[in-house]
Antibody, heavy 113, light 112 residues
Framework: QVQLKESGPGLVQPSQTLSLTCTVSGFSLTSNSVHWVRQPPGKGLEWVGAIWSGGSTDYNSALKSRLSISRDTSKSQVFLKMNSLQTEDTAIYFC???????WGQGVMVTVSS | DVVMTQTPVSLSLAIGQPASISCKSSQSLVHSDGKTYLSWILQRPGQSPKRLIYLVSKLDSGVPDRFSGSGSETEFTLKISRVEAEDLGVYYCWQATHFPHTFGSGTKLEIK
């Protein structure tokens, strides 16, 4: 059974760095990509970036300078790091499998002092 | 970036009525490999999104056949032949042909 679960801090101070973890089960990271998608409160979905089965990455052009996605295949985990956080980064962050065919429950991240 | 324009913004339909949602892209979504990476995603209230359709018209496992997808190049349509109560939520189109991948702004389906 395919499962994805996001974890991380619920509150981050402005200008600080956000670190999120997506722990997956039921599929291999070496044969599937994992995408991050975020959703500000009351708004639509925004593609953040992805790490591909071979380990390469692609990012939303608006976030690219602040964003890093990596993984630990031995632990079936994918990591998102975003620095210089602003209030506009407040959102639910979802991780999702190749082609968006399986989603985690999401983690709410609030950027506030 | 490819802009995905969805219409209408919202729909209010009675159970049993048909629904149609349009998604237009600012560039052709035909990939160099010949495939068109256009998907439809449904987010029910309070839930995580769920993919319904991929590669324009292929239904995901478990998706009722009252849903259908069509289109090509820059114009795509999601249709529901007869709306049911469980279909309420926000529908998004998503393109994965070009980087960065982008979503439409969403269409909210309400049940009368």
């Amino acid at each position: 059974q395919v499962q994805l679960k996001e974890s991380g801090p619920g509150l981050v101070q402005p200008s600080q760095t956000l670190s999120l973890t997506c722990t997956v089960s039921g599929f291999s990271l070496t044969s599937n990509s994992v995408h991050w998608v975020r959703q500000p409160p009351g708004k639509g979905l925004e593609w953040v970036g992805a790490i591909w089965s071979g380990g390469s990455t692609d990012y939303n052009s608006a976030l690219k300078s602040r964003l890093s996605i990596s993984r630990d295949t031995s632990k079936s985990q994918v990591f998102l790091k975003m620095n210089s956080l602003q209030t506009e980064d407040t959102a639910i962050y979802f991780c999702t499998r190749s082609g968006l065919r399986g989603w985690g429950q999401g983690v709410m991240v609030t950027v506030s002092s | 970036d490819v802009v995905m324009t969805q219409t209408p913004v919202s729909l209010s339909l009675a159970i049993g009525q048909p629904a149609s949602i349009s998604c237009k892209s600012s560039q052709s979504l035909v990939h160099s490999d010949g495939k068109t990476y256009l998907s439809w995603i449904l987010q029910r209230p309070g839930q995580s999104p769920k993919r319904l359709i991929y590669l324009v018209s292929k239904l995901d496992s478990g998706v009722p056949d009252r849903f259908s997808g069509s289109g090509s190049e820059t114009e795509f349509t999601l249709k529901i032949s007869r709306v049911e109560a469980e279909d309420l939520g926000v529908y998004y189109c998503w393109q994965a042909t070009h980087f960065p991948h982008t979503f439409g702004s969403g269409t909210k389906l309400e049940i009368k």
